[in-house]
């Protein structure tokens, strides 16, 4: 842990700019979000950074365009308790709008507000279709003939694919939190495009297990999306698995 | 304190922190004045990195919305409102360069790889443009010439050290030392100090 701090530390002039990955991004936020040193100096840098901006006028017609969606728009009004003021917010919702541009900015209220119920309605989900994947996984560990595939994760922690019939059941072990607003999300890969294929829960006993239906023979990849998962990969992947 | 460019405000609170403060409360017919006096910040900060003023209009658009959704974050005793708006309208116009190249990249992929990396280049002139009526434009000569490489290339190419790396064809933890140091010097230059 120290070392890892040691290494976020390091990190967090270029963090400050913008200038690091995904996975080198939430290192430094585990470490500002230990150490109210590390928020202080962070401050500082974004100081600096700041410093390069040049005001400029804007367009005038964004003005109007501005406070009549801001006129629409509901404010989230809880403050996160010792969150940094300009660090991890937005930080999502940005990541999550990149595929749709302004569009989704007039849907950003909604999302705001309904972050809670979405994901009891998702923890729900996931529980009924674990019930139901129970037996498919119960079948798969107790099939004989089943193919075990490993390979480490970037950032950390192994994945493990156990290739059964159609299907494919990925464990990862040590894999750090996705973090506040992200998933891990799976996708199957054949050619060009990756087909959506769930996200990895939360880890129970620092493992994490999910079914993938229809995985087999193909490749396995586990990428770092917006909470919710994405319709496809924003980031590169943290593990691919040729099963 | 918009307007003033010779030197970075000290972290006290402005009449604009206040502003966005008070917009928090929910009052929609209070956020106009927040508007005039941040948007420019959020448009030049834009416009800085990503050079096409539709792209800065639009997260420009992007980032007040956010402000005023989140103003209950903004706290002044760890940042100006100035800071924290060109924070997060920086943060988006990265977003914004990373998308479009991963795009591009996707796009171009079996096209030929000279044509398809449309490499954003950094041109020393085109700088000293950009850095116009900047603050820290004079802290940079405090710097070497391999640390303002380093960090201009982050800031207005919106790469990431190792893209940095990549293009300067130097050592990933010479980069990483060269932003870091750049950083504390334009700190020092600047006399950012918090806490």
Redesign the interface.
């Given at each position: 842990m120290a070392d890892e701090h040691g290494e976020a530390w390091e990190l967090l002039p270029a963090y400050a700019l913008d200038a690091v990955d995904d996975l080198e991004r939430r290192t430094v936020e585990r470490l500002l979000d230990a150490d109210p040193d590390a928020r202080r100096a962070l401050d500082e840098y974004r100081e600096v950074v700041a410093s390069f901006a040049v005001e400029q006028a804007p367009p005038e017609h964004l003005r109007g365009a501005v406070l009549e969606r801001v006129a629409a728009t509901a404010q989230a009004t809880s403050r996160v308790p010792g969150s940094a003021p300009a660090r991890a917010d937005g930080a999502a919702s940005s990541r999550s709008r990149r595929r749709w541009g302004v569009l989704a900015v007039a849907a950003a209220a909604v999302v705001a507000v309904a972050v809670p119920t979405t994901v009891a309605v998702r923890e729900h989900r996931e529980n009924v279709q674990l019930e139901q994947q129970a037996d498919r996984v119960a079948q798969m560990l107790a099939d004989p003939g089943a193919q075990l595939v490993t390979a480490p994760v970037a950032g950390g922690g192994e994945a493990t694919a156990l290739v059964s019939g159609d299907d494919v059941l990925v464990s990862a072990a040590g894999m750090p939190a996705p973090g506040e607003g992200h998933d891990w999300q799976l996708w199957i890969v054949e050619g060009d495009a990756p087909e959506p294929a769930g996200l990895m829960p939360a880890a129970s006993g620092g493992v994490s297990r999910a079914l993938v239906e229809g995985g087999a023979g193909k490749v396995v990849a586990v990428t770092l999306e917006p909470e919710g998962g994405s319709p496809a990969p924003t980031t590169d992947p943290v593990v691919t698995i040729e099963t | 304190m918009?307007?003033q460019?010779d030197e970075?405000p000290p972290?006290t609170t402005t009449p604009v922190d206040a502003a966005l403060v008070a917009c928090?409360g929910?009052d929609?017919a209070t956020?106009?004045p927040v508007?005039?006096a941040l948007?420019?910040?959020?448009?030049?900060?834009s416009?800085?990195v990503l050079r096409d003023?539709d792209h800065?209009?639009?997260v420009?658009?992007?980032v007040?919305?956010?402000v005023?959704?989140?103003?209950?974050?903004?706290?002044p005793a760890?940042?100006?409102a100035?800071?924290?708006v060109?924070?997060?309208?920086?943060?988006?116009a990265?977003?914004?360069v990373r998308?479009e190249q991963?795009r591009r990249d996707r796009d171009q992929r079996d096209l030929d790889s000279s044509l398809g990396s449309a490499p954003r280049d950094v041109v020393a002139e085109d700088v000293e443009r950009?850095?116009?009526?900047?603050?820290?434009r004079r802290?940079l000569d405090a710097l070497t010439p391999t640390q303002r490489e380093a960090?201009v290339e982050?800031?207005y190419g919106?790469?990431?050290?190792?893209e940095?790396a990549d293009r300067l064809g130097a050592a990933l933890p010479t980069v990483?030392s060269r932003?870091?140091d750049?950083?504390?010097r334009?700190?020092d230059c600047?006399g950012?100090?918090?806490?």
């Open positions: - | 918009v307007g460019t970075v972290p928090s929910g929609p956020f106009g508007y005039d948007a420019p910040v959020a448009y030049g900060t416009l800085g003023p800065a209009a639009e420009t658009q992007e007040m919305v956010e005023w959704q989140t103003a209950a974050r903004f706290d760890r940042a100006s100035r800071t924290w060109a924070t997060l309208a920086r943060r988006r990265v977003d914004r998308s991963a950009r850095l116009e009526g900047a603050a820290v802290c960090v982050a800031y919106g790469r990431t050290y190792r940095v990483k932003i870091r750049g950083l504390g334009l700190r600047l950012v100090r918090r806490g």
